[in-house]
Each structure stands twice: as structure tokens, then as C-alpha cells.
């Protein structure tokens, strides 16, 4: 075993103790590229971008913001996340945890964190 670890590739042995984030992030940062979508690290406040990348979370929030009906989601791709919120929508087909989009918006700040109101968004199929 040594010897094979000897002889073996830097690069190979890096991608061998990668964590699952880690290799999650470079496959989103790969699929960001080709589709020349917008890192979330380079969004700015008043920004219109595109983004691309998988959600984490999904909540519904019953009385969000101005007390109607709101669904979260935190979006992540490798540089980061923002989170996306649509209001007056208590269900969204196919927002779901893991689930992988394209998102396009206009990029606010609320409580310090960068968020899109009501994004466009196409659900995507993961691919490597």
C-alpha cells in the first residue's frame, strides 16, 4: 500500500480524503462554469444575476414577511449561499431540499444576508 500511495498522483490523493462538501462544491462549481452562470460570492446588492446550484433547506413560513404566506430556501453553490424567498407561496413544486436550478433575480440584503425576492427559476438535472 505504500507503494502505491508513493506512486500515486498528488491530485489523485486529494480527491481520496475530500470531504462531501468539498466535492459537492467543486461538481457545482464545474456545472456553474458551463452554464456561465454567476458565483453568489461575486452578487451584489441590486445586482440582477443568474445562479446556479442546489438547495439546502426549504421551509415554509406561514406568516413571513408582511404577514402573508412565504417559502425559504437557502441556495448554494461553491462560493456560497443566498437565500431565496417567495412571498405570498405556502408550496412550490419541486422546491425541495437537494433540488438543483438555475435562479435568476435581483439581489437584496436583509439581516446582513444576500437575498432574491421572488426569483424566475428552472429546475435543473444534476450532472457531473
Known sequence: MAEFASDAEPGF???LIKS????EASQL???R???GATS??????GG??????????VQHIPGG???SPTVEAEFFDDSGSVTLVWLGRSTIGGIVAG????VRGRVAIREGRKVIFNPMYTLEAGQS
Open 29 to 31: 462549481r464545474r456545472q
Open 65 to 67: 414577511a408582511v404577514g
Open 48 to 57: 440582477l444575476v443568474e445562479l446556479y446550484g442546489r438547495l439546502r433547506a
Open 33 to 35: 462554469q458551463r452554464r
Open 20 to 23: 462531501d462538501e468539498e466535492l
Open 13 to 15: 490523493l486529494r480527491w
Open 99 to 102: 433540488a438543483q436550478l438555475r
Open 40 to 45: 453568489t460570492a461575486m452578487c451584489d446588492r
